[in-house]
């Protein structure tokens, strides 16, 4: 028990300042490419295209060695390093390539980021996850001190961001060396068992996936629902600043708006496992794709900064459901030898994909018909691949079997699930 509480508090601090670091250096990205950057909005859907392409291309390297080394921390500990310098690196590298070629600046940065942030998190998201399982405690209520480390950075963040966004890159960096020393004190231990479940993982399980039929009816659900979460997001933040008498003020608000939202999504991470055990994975899956249709929706329905901040908070709601749930449906539903190629491969993966499809052309529809008529259009594509998901996801029976309170306390024993 001792033992438990120790890793839970240790990977939770991991959680805390790794967001930390990932929301005082990209919370404000898509503001800092068009005020300092000063990029259109086409450009900034590139940006985010080709950094969704690489993405995609660390995922499924990132999802088998994780799966390969089991417990081992060697993917936190690398990600940690890269991270101490992100100060200098959009500082120093980032910022002056942009300006001197859009292409070539464009390239490296998702090198970086993708490496980093964007792949990253789902790295450490699984390794968590499964370390979750082996110490019988809950994955959410852990992942939800990423959300309090996301918010408190955020707090500070768009009023820096006025005073000089350089600052936020330098306490970035300072909050990464905070990791490095996390990482490197949290000891997991891995039983023989382990270590031989780990190591039969192999590329023929990754063929033997692509070839399950409920593999790809759940992409249906990560292509049409997950992946517009992200190109939502992408520039809310220069239309939100938009609807201000300043873009000083607007960003002001944003960062405390943020805040609030992800206090808000820290609550209820702690009550989505009690959610989504209640409901089942499907079922959840499926309130978190109608949240998010209402959300996008509605934001381009309301009128005023009040409006479009009630629309922003749903996303407390829907981000952590969806979270839990993901887990949960992937571990009810497939090999959990294989569960960290699972959330990056058929989650992150399929959601990046979709993502470097559509922010292009969300970037083209912003500019031509605005961002309310987009809104309205991607919300409506969301809602559609919700109600098809109601009958393509897996009704899974372990969700409504009274004795399984908690799937992820599964005990894994030489391959077997005992």
């Known amino acids: 028990m001792i033992k438990s509480k120790n890793i839970y508090w240790k990977l939770s601090a991991y959680f805390f300042f790794f967001f930390f670091t990932w929301s005082a250096s990209y919370s404000l990205f898509s503001i800092w490419l068009g005020q300092y950057i000063h990029l259109s909005g086409v450009s900034t859907g590139i940006i985010f295209s080709v950094n969704a392409i690489f993405t995609l291309c660390m995922q499924p390297i990132y999802g088998y060695i994780s799966d390969k080394i089991g417990f081992k921390k060697h993917i936190l500990f690398f990600i940690s390093i890269l991270l101490v310098f992100v100060g200098p690196f959009f500082i120093y590298v980032y910022a002056p390539l942009l300006k001197y070629n859009i292409l070539i600046g464009a390239l490296v940065g998702a090198l970086y980021l993708g490496t980093t942030f964007l792949a990253g998190i789902g790295a450490i998201e699984s390794y968590v996850e499964k370390v979750s399982r082996k110490y019988s405690f809950e994955y959410g209520r852990s992942r939800m001190w990423g959300s309090l480390g996301w918010a408190a950075a955020t707090f500070f963040a768009g009023q820096i961001f006025n005073i000089n966004p350089n600052i936020n890159f330098w306490i970035a960096s300072v909050s990464a060396v905070i990791l490095v020393i996390i990482i490197a004190s949290t000891k997991i231990e891995m039983t023989n068992d382990e270590i031989q479940r780990a190591e039969s993982v192999s590329i023929k399980d990754i063929g033997n996936l692509l070839k399950m039929k409920s593999f790809w009816l759940f992409m ?7 992946c517009v979460y992200g190109v939502y997001d992408q520039q809310f933040p220069i239309y939100y600043a938009s609807l201000f008498p300043t873009h000083a003020l607007g960003n002001q608000v944003f960062g405390y708006l943020n ?16 959610i989504v055990n209640k409901l089942g994975a499907k ?48 571990a009810a539903n497939f090999d959990t030898r294989l569960s960290s190629i699972l959330y990056l491969v058929a989650y992150q993966f399929g959601t990046q994909v979709g993502t470097s499809i559509l922010s292009p052309i969300a970037g083209r529809l912003y500019d031509s018909i605005g961002f309310k008529q987009t ?27 009274a004795n399984n309170k908690e799937l992820t306390s599964t005990i894994n024993v030489a391959g077997k699930t005992i």
């Open 259 to 274: 805040s609030i939202q992800v206090f808000m999504e820290a609550g209820m991470m702690f009550l989505a496992p009690t």
């Open 283 to 330: 079922r959840s899956l499926i309130l978190a794709g109608l949240l998010m249709a209402s959300r996008i929706i509605g934001s381009g329905l309301v009128v005023g900064p009040i409006g479009i901040s009630s629309m922003k908070l749903i996303h407390s709601l829907e981000l952590p459901i969806l979270l839990v749930a993901i887990f949960k449906y992937l």
């Open 220 to 226: 249906i659900y990560v292509l049409g629902v997950a």
């Open 375 to 401: 809104y309205v259009i991607m919300g409506l594509f969301v809602l559609v691949f919700a109600i098809i998901s109601i009958f393509t996801l897996v009704n899974n029976k372990k969700f409504n079997n």
